[in-house]
Nanobody
Framework: QVQLVESGGGLVQAGGSLRLSCAASGRSINSMNVVGWYRQAPGKQRELVAAITSGGATNYADSVKGRFTISKDNAKNTVYLQMNSLKLEDTAVYYC?????????WGQGTQVSVSS
């Protein structure tokens, strides 16, 4: 059974930085087809923020390009999301996601709140 546990969320002022972590268990993240981060703001649909494939290719939402960086540490079986220059509109619950074959796995989410 794959489990994903996020950490690192919190309250930060606009322009600040946070790093989210997603610790995986039950399967190596390196064996996953893709791992990534989604977010959901109140009243909005969940959207992809960033993803990284098993081969290391990355994909970012246009709204976070140049500000967010996704990375993974295979030895720690952990995926990270470094978020810089945070904006008010980045406020959301951030979810870790992993896909292996046809199975999708989600973490419980971590709140990121950006204040002015």
């Amino acid at each position: 059974q794959v489990q994903l546990v996020e950490s690192g969320g919190g309250l930060v002022q606009a322009g600040g930085s946070l790093r989210l972590s997603c610790a995986a268990s039950g399967r190596s993240i390196n064996s996953m087809n893709v791992v990534g981060w989604y977010r959901q703001a109140p009243g909005k649909q969940r959207e992809l923020v960033a993803a990284i494939t098993s081969g290391g290719a990355t994909n970012y939402a246009d709204s976070v390009k140049g500000r967010f960086t996704i990375s993974k540490d295979n030895a720690k079986n952990t995926v990270y999301l470094q978020m810089n220059s945070l904006k008010l509109e980045d406020t959301a619950v951030y979810y870790c996601h992993a896909r292996f074959a046809f199975a999708n796995y989600w973490g419980q989410g971590t709140q990121v709140s950006v204040s002015s």
